[in-house]
Nanobody, 115 residues
Framework: QVQLVESGGDLVQAGGSLRLSCAAS????????MGWYRQAPGKQRDLVATITSGGRRNYADSVKGRFTIFRDNAKNTVYLQMNMLTPEDTAVYYCNGHSTYHTVWGQGTQVTVSS
């Protein structure tokens, strides 16, 4: 089974930027959709952004215009570019790969935005 490993989480000041990476141990084309989710303390895990194997993107309203999801098929990696970060973006960010046959989650990477 393909495994997903996130990286790039860090402590950043409000207004700053981060780029998260999600590296797959196999081909990301094994997933029909890949996405980023986040979970803040005491809250449910919420969708941030998704990208299909055909490149169609979808974003949560709270991140539209600030975050960009993109993929490098040659590197089997999906990225989340996050700009204009606010303290409300503080959460553990999880990478997800979904297909008809399986769903895989990464272990998560912590993003903390200070005011």
């Amino acid at each position: 089974q393909v495994q997903l490993v996130e990286s790039g989480g860090d402590l950043v000041q409000a207004g700053g930027s981060l780029r998260l990476s999600c590296a797959a141990s196999g081909s990301i084309f094994s997933f029909e959709v890949m996405g980023w989710y986040r979970q803040a303390p005491g809250k449910q895990r919420d969708l941030v952004a998704t990208i299909t194997s055909g490149g169609r993107r979808n974003y949560a309203d709270s991140v539209k215009g600030r975050f960009t999801i993109f993929r490098d098929n040659a590197k089997n990696t999906v990225y989340l570019q996050m700009n204009m970060l606010t303290p409300e973006d503080t959460a553990v960010y999880y990478c997800n790969g979904h297909s008809t046959y399986h769903t895989v989650w990464g272990q998560g990477t912590q993003v903390t935005v200070s005011s």
